[in-house]
């Protein structure tokens, strides 16, 4: 079964950074998508940003608007690892951020973990 832990989640002030990482407990290709997800209290599920190796190598990034200019993500395929690097981080960044991975088995997610930023 796959398992993905998360860590660096946090308490930030508002303009602060911070870094999550996710590691897979099984080897990950790098045409396998990996990425992280945001849900704050009372609302859905929503993008943050995803990775993932194109048939010809180069790497495709998604990333979600709340992510755009601020965000980065990047993944360590050796490692098995996605991190998400946060800058200028906002009030309304404040949620449980999480990690996945497709595989071809389907959609593993991690536990999550709290970013909270204060104003």
């Known amino acids: 079964q796959v398992q993905l832990v998360e860590s660096g989640g946090g308490f930030v002030p508002s303009g602060g950074s911070l870094r999550l990482s996710c590691t897979a407990s099984v080897a990950i290709s790098r045409i396998n998508p990996m990425g992280w997800y945001r849900q704050a209290p009372g609302k859905q599920r929503e993008l943050v940003a995803e990775l993932v190796a194109r048939i010809n190598g180069s790497p495709s990034t998604l990333l979600g608007n709340s992510a755009k200019g601020r965000f980065t993500i990047s993944r360590d395929d050796d490692r098995n690892t996605v991190e998400l690097h946060m800058d200028n981080l906002k009030p309304e960044d404040t949620a449980v951020y999480y990690c996945?991975?497709?595989?071809?088995?389907?959609?593993?997610w991690g536990q999550g973990t709290q970013v909270t930023v204060s104003s």
């Open positions: 996945y991975v497709k595989l071809p088995s389907g959609q593993y």
